[in-house]
């Protein structure tokens, strides 16, 4: 069971990235998928989730600018982030809630760094 993140880099402020977070082992079929992401010196922060029913979520910060999707076919998750600027840059980590429910994550991957420069 394994989730892998990809798809980080660096990218000039107002620029675009899609982040994927493939799973292997296990199908995300009612999974819900969650996104998060950690800056130096923060605590990590969830941003956006999409429930076993396939409702999204967005934290604030990211709401009209990020947008969770899921390709079944892929088994993979897409985080596609728009608009970026500096205070986006983290590490950005998915997991996996096999109640579908966006909370109590069973599986975790090791994360794909964002860096948006100024």
């Known amino acids: 069971v394994q989730l892998v993140e990809s798809g980080g880099g660096v990218v000039q402020t107002g620029g675009s990235l899609r982040i994927s977070c493939a799973a292997s082992?296990?199908?995300?079929?009612?999974?819900?998928i969650g996104w998060f992401r950690q800056a130096p010196g923060n605590e990590r922060e969830p941003i956006s989730c999409?429930?076993?029913?396939?409702?999204?979520y967005y934290t604030d910060s990211v709401k009209g600018r990020f947008t969770i999707s899921v390709d079944r076919a892929k088994n993979t998750v897409y985080l596609e982030m728009n608009n970026l600027t500096p205070q986006d840059t983290a590490l950005y980590l998915c997991a996996a809630d096999s109640y579908g429910l966006c909370s109590g994550y069973d599986y975790w991957g090791q994360g794909t760094q964002v860096t948006v420069s100024s």
């Open positions: 082992g296990f199908s995300l079929d009612n999974y819900a």
């Open positions: 999409i429930s076993g029913d396939r409702t999204t």
